[in-house]
Each structure stands twice: as structure tokens, then as C-alpha cells.
């Protein structure tokens, strides 16, 4: 099944720059979208960014604005370790949430924003960003 572990989140000040990463250890994840979804309280959970295996094509949410980027470390074939990177700069209080990194099997970007369509869950890194 593998596992995903988020790591670097923390308070900062709007105008901050952070980087989260989340490990995916357990079983190859070299082959899957991999991604970041986001959630503050009282909403829903919703998407920041994903990138394809293999040839890295980036999406990104649109409030993002060029702010974020997303970014994977596969590894070498023998090792099951994969990390999945979350740059973020000029932070805004309304970045504040939950993160969360996801991942899905597919290589494909068919519906590569959809929740619904990732299969395994990290348990979130907290960022809080304060004006």
C-alpha cells in the first residue's frame, strides 16, 4: 500500500516563503500523479497542485498565481523512497490550512484535480500564515 508523510509546515508571516515535503516510502511511487490538496477550516478540501511521472508536467490551482511549485524526487530504481516537494512563496493569511499530499497510480492527467480520483492520503502538515 506504502505510505505518505507530510513534513514542513509551520507558522509564518504573510509575505513567507515555505516548503513542505512529503515522503512516500512503503512500495515504488515513481509511476503515479502525485499531488497536494489543501484544506482550511470550515471548507472544503481543495487542490494545489499535481505532477505527472516521467516527463513532470505541472497543473496548478488558479489561486496559486505563480506563487507555488510543485516538485518530485524519484529516487533511483532500487529505492522505494520518494519525495514530493511543495515550494511556496509570498504566503497570504487565506493560505492558511491543512495540506495534505496525495497519490494516485496513473500516469494519466485525465481529472488531475479531482479529489476523488487519488487513492492514498498523507495525514497533513499545518500551515498557518499570519498577516
Known amino acids: 500500500q506504502g505510505q505518505l508523510v507530510e513534513s514542513g509546515g509551520g507558522l509564518v508571516q504573510a509575505g513567507d516563503s515555505l516548503r513542505l515535503s512529503c515522503e512516500a516510502s512503503g512500495r515504488r511511487f515513481d509511476r503515479g500523479v502525485m499531488a497536494w490538496f489543501r484544506q482550511a477550516p470550515g471548507k472544503e478540501r481543495e487542490f494545489v497542485a499535481a505532477i505527472t511521472p516521467f516527463n513532470f508536467k505541472t497543473y496548478y490551482g488558479d489561486f496559486v498565481a505563480g506563487r507555488f511549485t510543485i516538485s518530485r524526487n524519484d529516487g533511483s530504481r532500487d529505492n522505494a523512497k520518494n519525495t514530493l516537494y511543495l515550494q511556496m512563496t509570498s504566503l497570504k493569511p487565506e493560505d492558511t490550512a491543512v495540506y495534505f499530499c496525495?497519490?494516485?497510480?496513473?500516469?494519466?492527467?485525465?481529472?488531475?484535480?479531482?479529489?476523488?480520483?487519488?487513492?492514498?492520503w498523507g495525514q497533513g502538515t499545518q500551515v498557518t500564515v499570519s498577516s
Open positions: 496525495a497519490e494516485r497510480p496513473s500516469q494519466s492527467a485525465i481529472e488531475i484535480r479531482a479529489e476523488a480520483t487519488y487513492n492514498l
